[in-house]
Nanobody, 127 residues
Framework: QVQLVESGGGLVQAGGSLRLSCAAS????????MGWFRQAPGKEREFVAA????????DYAESMKGRFTISRDNAKNTVYLQMNSLKPEDTAVYYC????????????????????WGQGTQVTVSS
């Protein structure tokens, strides 16, 4: 059974940084692209960033470019999201997800491309 466990969320002041981690198990992690999404209260879930199965491609939502960095360590079955210059509008529950198809990086920005999701980690940015 596939499990994704996020960690690293918390409360941070505007301008601060956080590093989220997502530990995966139950699937051959190294052949699946991974994504991060977030959902703020009263809003729909939105794409944050994604990384291809081999790490050769990364995609970011426009508002995260230059502030967030996604990376992965296939030896540790873990994907990371480094978040810098955080803003109050970044406050949300952040979810990691694994792409439904192996060795593909198509449509990484679409939530429908992912079949397993973590439980989420809360990120709160105070002004």
């Amino acid at each position: 059974q596939v499990q994704l466990v996020e960690s690293g969320g918390g409360l941070v002041q505007a301008g601060g940084s956080l590093r989220l981690s997502c530990a995966a198990s139950g699937r051959s992690f190294s052949i699946y692209s991974m994504g991060w999404f977030r959902q703020a209260p009263g809003k729909e879930r939105e794409f944050v960033a994604a990384i291809s199965w081999n790490g050769g491609r990364t995609d970011y939502a426009e508002s995260m470019k230059g502030r967030f960095t996604i990376s992965r360590d296939n030896a540790k079955n873990t994907v990371y999201l480094q978040m810098n210059s955080l803003k109050p509008e970044d406050t949300a529950v952040y979810y990691c997800a694994t792409h439904r198809a192996p060795t593909t990086s198509t449509m990484m920005g679409k939530s429908a491309s992912y079949d397993y999701w973590g439980q989420g980690t809360q990120v709160t940015v105070s002004s």
